[in-house]
């Protein structure tokens, strides 16, 4: 009985493969049923079979291919990649062109689409680097690492070991920037808000990702300018996001000590109490160790 259903299923797929590579025709001459063959993949039926001869196929021309055994008049159209596609494999008379999203990009099935890759924002890293089919997965950094960057592929850090150089901690390190560290002589012959500096660009991208732009524009109107000038009213209000954002990190890279030591008032000014309080407090804490540093001095001194 077992070898009787052996029999049968290979006499089914026997069938069905003959069956895939024929098809039946009448001829409009004869008025009989034929049974033609089939086109192998790469060409196409440019005229079937009569009872005097068999199926005629032509291959593909460029641009246009057949995948299966098949009996249509027509190759079909490549296809075209879409917007942020690339080809991963070009069309052939037997394959359709295959493409992928572009470096930098995923396919997202929800809108059929090909969408950048989400960036990791400070704090975070990529826990799995984005592919041309999924997104990159971005996870928070351990206490003892760090991230300073908006990035689809950045990793966090492991911060500064200050003891590895015989140096202070002048600023203790957080998720989102490394551990400062200093010299006591370093200490006395710099400002802290010097420290503070090294840090704002990245303080400057959680601004952008926390705040409505009306308050980044209040806040970039606020911001302590040379000589007291205040930046055009009209010009700042027109600014976008990016414009904004260029605006700060051009502020941050002119602006003095003084300058800088008054940004945790004016965050406060806007409403961003929490914000300035952050800043206040890191400045806070940098000129404690150079007051500790003094210290030490005189005692040594003494």
């Given at each position: 009985?077992?070898?009787?259903?052996?029999?049968?299923?290979v006499?089914?797929?026997?069938?069905?493969?003959?069956?895939?590579?024929?098809?039946k025709?009448?001829?409009?001459?004869?008025?009989?049923?034929l049974?033609?063959?089939?086109?192998p993949p790469?060409?196409?039926?440019r005229?079937?079979?009569?009872?005097?001869?068999?199926?005629?196929?032509a291959?593909c021309?460029?641009?246009?291919?057949?995948?299966?055994?098949?009996?249509?008049?027509?190759?079909?159209?490549?296809?075209?990649?879409?917007e942020?596609?690339?080809?991963?494999q070009?069309?052939?008379p037997?394959?359709?062109?295959?493409?992928?999203c572009k470096?930098?990009?995923?396919?997202?099935?929800?809108?059929?689409?090909?969408?950048k890759?989400?960036?990791?924002?400070?704090?975070?890293?990529?826990?799995?680097?984005g592919?041309?089919?999924?997104?990159t997965?971005?996870?928070?950094?351990?206490?003892g690492?760090?991230?300073?960057?908006?990035?689809?592929?950045?990793?966090?850090?492991?911060q500064?070991?200050?003891?590895?150089?015989?140096?202070?901690?002048v600023?203790?390190?957080?998720?989102?920037?490394d551990t400062?560290c200093a010299?006591?002589?370093?200490?006395?012959?710099?400002?802290?808000?010097?420290?503070?500096?090294?840090?704002?660009?990245?303080?400057?991208?959680q601004?952008?990702?926390?705040?409505?732009?009306k308050?980044?524009?209040?806040?970039?109107?606020?911001?302590?300018?040379?000589g007291?000038?205040?930046?055009?009213i009209?010009?700042?209000?027109?600014?976008?996001?990016?414009?904004?954002?260029?605006?700060?990190?051009?502020?941050?890279?002119?602006?003095?000590?003084?300058?800088?030591?008054?940004?945790?008032?004016?965050?406060?000014?806007i409403?961003?109490?929490n914000?300035?309080?952050?800043?206040?407090?890191k400045?806070?804490?940098?000129d404690?160790q150079?007051?500790?540093?003094?210290?030490?001095?005189?005692v040594?001194q003494?």
């Amino acid at each position: 009985l077992q070898l009787f259903f052996m029999l049968m299923l290979v006499s089914a797929d026997a069938s069905m493969a003959l069956h895939a590579r024929t098809f039946k025709n009448d001829d409009r001459y004869s008025g009989l049923s034929l049974v033609c063959d089939r086109c192998p993949p790469g060409t196409y039926l440019r005229a079937p079979c009569s009872a005097m001869r068999k199926s005629d196929c032509a291959e593909c021309p460029n641009g246009a291919y057949t995948e299966f055994w098949n009996h249509i008049s027509k190759c079909l159209r490549c296809s075209m990649c879409a917007e942020n596609q690339v080809v991963k494999q070009a069309c052939s008379p037997s394959n359709n062109c295959e493409c992928e999203c572009k470096e930098d990009y995923y396919f997202n099935k929800r809108y059929e689409a090909c969408i950048k890759h989400k960036e990791c924002p400070p704090g975070y890293g990529a826990n799995t680097t984005g592919t041309p089919q999924q997104d990159t997965e971005c996870v928070q950094c351990q206490a003892g690492f760090y991230s300073e960057v908006s990035s689809a592929k950045a990793t966090c850090l492991a911060q500064s070991n200050c003891k590895v150089g015989g140096l202070r901690v002048v600023l203790k390190g957080q998720d989102w920037h490394d551990t400062l560290c200093a010299s006591c002589h370093d200490l006395k012959t710099r400002d802290g808000a010097e420290y503070l500096h090294e840090i704002l660009p990245t303080f400057f991208i959680q601004l952008h990702e926390t705040m409505g732009i009306k308050r980044m524009r209040r806040l970039a109107m606020r911001l302590p300018q040379e000589g007291g000038k205040k930046p055009l009213i009209g010009t700042v209000m027109k600014l976008n996001r990016r414009g904004l954002h260029d605006f700060m990190n051009s502020w941050d890279q002119g602006a003095g000590n003084d300058m800088v030591r008054k940004l945790p008032e004016v965050l406060r000014k806007i409403g961003a109490f929490n914000m300035g309080d952050k800043l206040e407090r890191k400045l806070a804490y940098i000129d404690q160790q150079s007051k500790l540093c003094e210290e030490l001095v005189e005692v040594a001194q003494n």
